[in-house]
């Protein structure tokens, strides 16, 4: 492989050279060019925007897929760009069990029979939740993670650049004040300090040995040479012209100020180059940047697909349990089908205190009203019915309920019934008695009491 040498060396010591100013900024002993306070903000919204949406992401990659050893399998598939093998749902898994379970109890006994049924709800159960998790995959997952390996990337480059150019842009400021600093030196205090008058030199022969003349030979080559003794140059004072100091370099020559003005002018030149570089990446920075209130309302759409196909899946979930509790409760004929809702409260907020937008998120379905008697009979007369002697029971009415016609009876949130069921009667609905007052209530409007 061909390494150029002096490209990597340099590229070292700019790296050195950053990191020691962008450490001296750290300390407060580097002056740092500040970005305006809209930029500031631009890029603390982005920041935000990429953290939330990592675990956002994260977070319903657990709710589709709890088991982790499965994500990781996903997260290799897709990165070796290889199709992610069907897997079964634990619904449809519990499905196998049942049947199977059922199979070998005996198909035809009441336990053998209500498993093959269990089982064949939570098969669709599992097909749903399959087509729920590809959904919401498609179209939530897949464009977040699109953000974070695709346009924060880019964006994440331009801000290294952008810092880049603001360090070089800092590094010449500095320079230019130096060069500045060091032309008025120059312009107050002389470069060359005299100890003798400024108006003399020496003498051609002590010039001449400064200049550089050998130093004086050895005592046994001067005894050679010079048998009467050798005697060192005499040193005497002349006048000085302005045209010797200068030959001299006894007085600051004029060149010296031009060779700082140069440097001012070099430095004055390198800072508009990195003004100009770092202008221009600012400004695709912050079009970048100010492109995130574009990801977020696709975010926005992405989110609302995300709720619709959720809810899609949970009436699928809602109707395949309804359709076996009334296969289950039709089967046994009991007083009670195991149609009741569960006694746990649900967390909603009164309708007093709710807007109506979230009221109609809480409040249950309504079933369809059905008659108190079977088809092909007359319907009863409430003021006819009377309570069985036994399988009478308490319930709790969780939200207000307004009666359609009269054979229902009006609700108050709160308030305690007394509820019981008919032979033929529609699983959704009971008889509910309050003093002299009787009619049908839905049954998700109640939390039954023991």
């Known amino acids: 492989m061909d390494f150029n040498m002096k490209k990597l060396a340099s590229d070292a010591g700019i790296f050195f050279t950053r990191a020691v100013q962008f450490t001296e900024e750290k300390f407060g002993q580097a002056e740092k060019t500040e970005l305006d306070a809209h930029f500031e903000n631009l890029l603390a919204r982005a920041d935000s925007t990429k953290n939330?949406?990592?675990?956002?992401l994260r977070q319903t990659e657990v709710l589709l897929q709890p088991n982790p050893s499965a994500r990781v399998e996903e997260f290799l598939y897709e990165k070796l760009d290889r199709k992610v093998p069907s897997r079964v749902t634990n619904g449809e898994l519990l499905a196998q069990y049942m049947a199977e379970a059922a199979g070998e109890l005996g198909p035809t006994t009441p336990y053998g029979k209500t498993l093959i049924k269990v089982s064949e709800a939570e098969k669709r159960l599992g097909a749903a939740e399959r087509d729920f998790i590809h959904t919401a995959s498609v179209s939530f997952l897949t464009p977040l993670r699109n953000f974070l390996e695709g346009d924060w990337k880019t964006i994440a480059k331009e801000r290294r650049l952008l810092q880049n150019r603001r360090l070089d842009l800092d590094a010449c400021k500095a320079r230019l004040k130096k060069?500045?600093?060091?032309?008025?030196?120059?312009?107050?205090?002389p470069d060359f300090q005299e100890t003798r008058p400024r108006n003399y030199i020496l003498s051609a022969s002590a010039s001449a040995t400064l200049d550089g003349t050998p130093c004086p030979p050895p005592r046994a080559e001067r005894k050679e040479k010079?048998?009467?003794?050798?005697?060192?140059?005499?040193?005497?004072?002349?006048?000085?012209?302005?045209?010797v100091a200068q030959a001299r370099g006894c007085l600051s020559l004029p060149e010296d100020g031009k060779l700082w003005n140069d440097e001012v002018d070099k430095a004055e030149q390198e800072l508009r180059v990195a003004q100009t570089e770092f202008d221009r990446q600012a400004e695709v920075t912050r079009l970048l940047l100010e492109g995130i209130s574009s990801t977020h309302v696709n975010h926005l759409r992405c989110l609302h697909e995300f709720v619709k196909s959720q809810t899609t899946y949970y009436a699928q979930c809602y109707r395949h349990m309804l359709d076996l509790q009334k296969q289950l409760g039709s089967s046994e004929g009991a007083i009670f089908p195991g149609t009741f809702v569960g006694t746990t409260e649900p967390a909603s907020p009164p309708l007093s205190s709710a807007?109506?937008?979230?009221?109609?998120?809480?409040?249950?379905?309504?079933?369809?009203?059905?008659?108190?008697?079977?088809?092909?009979?007359?319907?009863?007369?409430?003021?006819?019915?009377?309570?069985?002697a036994s399988g009478t029971r308490k319930a709790r009415v969780l939200y207000d309920y307004e009666a359609a016609d009269s054979s229902e009876l009006a609700l108050l949130a709160d308030e305690l019934i007394t509820v019981y069921s008919l032979p033929g009667m529609d699983p959704d609905w009971l008889i509910g008695e309050r003093g002299n007052k009787k009619g049908k209530v839905p049954v998700t409007y109640l939390e039954l009491l023991s």
């Open 179 to 189: 060069a500045k600093a060091a032309e008025a030196k120059a312009t107050t205090v």
């Open 355 to 388: 807007s109506p937008t979230t009221a109609a998120a809480t409040m249950p379905t309504v079933p369809q009203v059905a008659s108190l008697a079977p088809a092909g009979e007359a319907p009863l007369c409430l003021e006819e019915v009377a309570p069985p």
């Open 52 to 56: 939330w949406t990592e675990r956002i």
């Open 226 to 243: 010079h048998p009467g003794g050798w005697r060192p140059p005499c040193f005497f004072l002349l006048p000085l012209t302005p045209s």
